[in-house]
Every structure is written in C-alpha cells, then in structure tokens.
C-alpha cells in the first residue's frame, strides 16, 4: 500500500509521464539529421513540453510562479566560542560553573553523602 496521498500520486504520474514524453522525443530527433527541419520541430517539441511541465508544476504550487521573488539569499554567521578567561580568577569561576553544569542531575545532596561514607565504612 503506498503511503503517498492523492495529489503526491498524481504529481508522480504527472512527472513521470513528462519524462517518458521527453525521452520518445529525444530519441526521435536523435534519428533526425542537425540542421534539419525535423530535428529544429523536435527541439521545438521538446522546449514546449518543458514549459507545459513547469506550468503544471507552478499551476500545482509545487514550485513559485516567481522564482526570482521566492528566492532569498542570506548568511548568518554564528560564532560559537566560549568565554576566555583574562585571569585566575575568572578562570577558577569558569571551570566552577562549568563543573556544576557537568555534574547537574548527579546526588551530591547531604543525605546521599551520608549513605556513601555510611557504605565505604560497611564495606572496607
């Protein structure tokens, strides 16, 4: 059973039946001599059913009508650095906060220290 909805099946087949076009087309031009009168209504052919896709495509929301409008170019340059200390002391209170941050969710509470040193002295 396949997972894709009503309007992704149809985009499909619509697709897939574009490239199949452009396919038998191109391989008829392809038996066509350059520079004849065939070969220039094949590429015709060709540059038509590519239009016709797209305006499909456009007409199915699947792409913008105005690209050019729907395109954005930005960057965002985002410096991810950490505090350098300018000192000891602002060194020992970084490494501080950092260790309280590394060891948040651990039970260093009283009563779990007590069950520790109660433990070590059971178990020596």
Same mark, same amino acid.
């Given at each position: ?15 897939? =039946? ?11 031009? =392809? ?16 540059? @038509? ?46 490494? @501080? ?14 009563? =779990? ?12």
């Amino acid at each position: 059973m396949s997972s894709l909805s009503t309007p992704e099946k149809l985009i499909r087949k619509l697709t897939r =039946d574009h490239n199949a076009t452009i396919k038998r087309l191109e391989a008829a031009r =392809d038996a066509c001599s350059i520079g004849t009168n065939s070969y220039r209504q094949y590429e015709v052919s060709i540059a @038509d059913e590519r239009r016709k896709h797209t305006a499909q495509l456009v007409e199915f929301g699947i792409i913008p009508q105005e690209l050019q409008k729907a395109t954005k170019v930005e960057y965002l340059y985002v410096a991810h650095c950490h505090t350098i200390p300018a000192n000891r002391e602002e060194l020992a209170k970084l490494l @501080d906060e950092q260790a309280i941050k590394a060891t948040k969710g651990l039970h260093y509470e009283p009563e =779990d220290e007590a069950i520790r040193k109660e433990l070590e002295e059971k178990y020596k």
